[in-house]
């Protein structure tokens, strides 16, 4: 009954590190920069018209542009993240090994050494392209960009690698939209603007996880010939999803505007493939300890995109100049636990033991907060700024380093030249922001008993956008 004990123990622990990597994607990488124009503000374009990118932050804006309009453009992110260890407390944990011909007790490593991430550029895309049908009084638009997404890579070495190396996922969400001028079915549109818009979310999103398999049980067992194994384990997968979106759009021209605009969750039933790989001590790890680890093996996950919400109020009656401010929520309450199914168990061909529990999460809501100006500056430019704070939605007792998150502080600033047809627009933004680990989150067994990685991650993310407008 013991050997049995120690066969089911590892390999356990080698399924349950497909669940920690998924922990933060959504919360630590919600993508809120869809335009050059809204990134020099830091968000706070709601309540704004002006250019297509309103299919992200108020579709029901769109009824404002003229004819048919294109904007295509990326951002390119580029984040430094930085691991400061808590140290080893006073009592830490320990594990049992051989050493010179006997057995002892040795400390796990929960948190010793500090860490870079590698730097990873990445670049999400907007696409967006509207079209105003006159005589009706409609606008149809369509667009295309990442909100969610983005990863760390660590190195192989770190402290929190049996928590996570690698976590990446990228989100596409293709949005065709219809907007109503409301205000031209009414016959006010000579006094006020009103619109309403509805559309369409067709999301696809793809998945890579990686982590160390820690395989110290064999330490003892192997009376001390093998130091330290480990193996890896690498996840692929993707997933298609729906959803929808609805805007409402209030202008009283020369005085101020109101916006707000509605996303709804998106469920993704991810699907992919698990390989897990063994070198020659992990594999001596591995037959000492009676562990047939397969080469790989099929899997889902279910992730649930949160619903989002945002407000947004512009004061419009100062020549030339336009202030903005947005609220943005997203509703991670959703996200209260997380499960992973394996097709081995369900076709009988691995045993349930491989099956982990699933994991509590209770996130809550997060808040994002900006404030943006927009001047007119010698007639085709425009400069901009904005300011912004968002709130965590991760509860300290989950917090975990695969994507670290935190409260935020936003700048930014920006500039934009428009001609006749063509414009082309250039944003800043740097984010700031640190989290707290100092949970039980990356803690194995007295088998295997990995590393919590406690310890204090900063981020700062440089963010620097494009967008190219065309006007027929």
Same mark, same amino acid.
């Given at each position: 009954?013991?050997?049995?004990?120690?066969?089911?123990?590892?390999?356990?622990?080698?399924?349950?590190?497909?669940?920690?990597?998924?922990?933060?994607?959504?919360?630590?990488?919600?993508?809120?920069?869809?335009?050059?124009?809204?990134?020099?503000m830091?968000?706070?374009?709601?309540?704004?018209?002006?250019?297509?990118?309103?299919?992200?932050?108020?579709?029901?804006?769109?009824?404002?542009?003229?004819?048919?309009? %294109?904007?295509l453009?990326?951002?390119?992110?580029?984040?430094?993240?930085?691991?400061?260890?808590?140290?080893r407390?006073?009592?830490?944990?320990?594990?049992? &090994?051989?050493?010179?011909?006997?057995?002892?007790?040795?400390?796990?490593?929960?948190g010793?050494?500090?860490?870079?991430?590698? =730097?990873?550029?990445?670049?999400?895309?907007h696409?967006?392209?509207?079209?105003?049908?006159?005589?009706?009084?409609?606008?149809?638009?369509?667009?295309?960009?990442?909100?969610?997404?983005?990863?760390?890579?660590?190195?192989?070495?770190?402290?929190?690698?049996?928590?996570?190396?690698?976590?990446?996922?990228?989100?596409?969400?293709?949005?065709?939209?219809?907007a109503?001028?409301?205000?031209?079915?009414?016959r006010?549109?000579?006094?006020?603007?009103?619109?309403?818009?509805?559309?369409?979310?067709?999301?696809?999103?793809?998945?890579?996880?990686?982590?160390?398999?820690?395989?110290?049980?064999?330490?003892?067992?192997?009376?001390?010939?093998? #130091?330290?194994?480990?193996?890896?384990?690498?996840?692929?997968?993707?997933?298609?999803?729906?959803?929808?979106?609805?805007?409402?759009?209030?202008?009283?021209?020369?005085?101020?505007?109101?916006?707000?605009?509605?996303?709804?969750? =998106?469920?993704?039933?991810?699907?992919?493939?698990?390989?897990?790989?063994?070198?020659?001590?992990?594999?001596?790890?591995?037959?000492?300890?009676?562990?047939?680890?397969?080469?790989?093996?099929?899997?889902?996950?279910?992730?649930?995109?949160?619903?989002?919400?945002?407000?947004?109020?512009?004061?419009?009656?100062?020549?030339?100049?336009?202030?903005?401010?947005?609220?943005?929520?997203?509703?991670?309450?959703?996200?209260?636990?997380?499960?992973?199914?394996?097709?081995?168990?369900?076709?009988?061909?691995?045993?349930?033991?491989?099956?982990?529990?699933?994991?509590?999460?209770?996130?809550?809501?997060?808040?994002?907060?900006?404030?943006?100006?927009?001047? =007119?500056?010698?007639?085709?430019?425009? =400069?901009?700024?904005?300011?912004?704070?968002?709130?965590?939605? #991760?509860?300290?007792?989950?917090?975990?380093p695969?994507?670290?998150?935190?409260?935020?502080q936003l700048?930014?600033?920006?500039?934009?030249?428009?001609?006749?047809?063509?414009?082309?627009?250039?944003?800043?933004?740097?984010?700031?922001?640190?989290g707290e680990?100092?949970?039980?989150?990356?803690?194995?067994?007295?088998?295997?008993?990995?590393?919590?990685?406690?310890?204090?991650?900063?981020?700062? &993310?440089?963010?620097?956008?494009?967008?190219? %407008?065309?006007?027929?």
């Open positions: 009954m013991a050997k049995s004990k120690v066969m089911r123990k590892p390999l356990k622990i080698l399924i349950v590190g497909l669940l920690y990597p998924l922990s933060s994607w959504a919360g630590g990488f919600l993508i809120y920069e869809h335009g050059a124009a809204a990134t020099g830091a968000g706070a374009r709601t309540a704004l018209d002006g250019d297509p990118s309103s299919l992200y932050f108020n579709p029901a804006a769109i009824t404002e542009l003229e004819g048919l309009q %294109l904007e453009g990326t951002t390119l992110i580029l984040p430094y993240i930085h691991y400061h260890p808590a140290g407390p006073e009592n830490p944990r320990t594990y049992t &090994s051989y050493r010179d011909g006997q057995y002892v007790q040795l400390a796990v490593n929960d010793e050494n500090p860490a870079d991430a590698t =730097v990873k550029l990445f670049t999400p895309l696409l967006y392209a509207t079209y105003r049908i006159e005589d009706w009084g409609l606008t149809a638009g369509f667009g295309l960009n990442n909100p969610f997404g983005l990863g760390t890579y660590w190195p192989r070495s770190w402290d929190g690698r049996f928590i996570a190396v690698e976590t990446e996922i990228q989100t596409f969400f293709s949005q065709p939209t219809l109503v001028d409301l205000a031209r079915w009414l006010m549109h000579q006094s006020v603007r009103l619109s309403l818009a509805v559309g369409y979310d067709l999301v696809y999103g793809t998945a890579r996880l990686g982590r160390q398999i820690d395989l110290r049980a064999a330490e003892a067992l192997s009376l001390g010939q093998l #130091v330290a194994p480990e193996g890896s384990m690498r996840l692929t997968a993707d997933a298609w999803a729906h959803g929808w979106n609805a805007a409402l759009y209030f202008q009283l021209p020369q005085a101020f505007a109101l916006g707000a605009s509605l996303r709804s969750g =998106v469920r993704m039933n991810f699907a992919g493939t698990g390989k897990f790989f063994l070198g020659h001590s992990a594999q001596q790890a591995a037959d000492i300890l009676g562990l047939a680890v397969p080469e790989e093996t099929t899997g889902r996950v279910t992730i649930d995109l949160p619903w989002t919400l945002n407000f947004g109020a512009a004061l419009l009656a100062i020549e030339n100049l336009r202030l903005a401010a947005d609220l943005y929520l997203a509703f991670f309450s959703s996200y209260d636990r997380l499960e992973l199914k394996l097709d081995c168990i369900e076709d009988g061909s691995c045993s349930d033991t491989l099956a982990p529990p699933a994991m509590e999460k209770n996130w809550h809501t997060s808040l994002q907060f900006s404030l943006g100006a927009e001047y =007119v500056l010698f007639r085709n430019w425009l =400069v901009r700024a904005g300011w912004g704070m968002v709130t965590s939605p #991760v509860p300290a007792e989950t917090y975990d695969s994507l670290p998150d935190g409260r935020r700048l930014a600033a920006g500039f934009g030249w428009r001609g006749g047809w063509f414009a082309c627009e250039a944003g800043y933004l740097v984010a700031f922001w640190s680990k100092n949970n039980r989150v990356g803690e194995g067994d007295y088998l295997n008993p990995e590393g919590r990685a406690n310890g204090k991650y900063s981020t700062v &993310s440089h963010q620097l956008a494009f967008s190219f %407008l065309a006007r027929f």
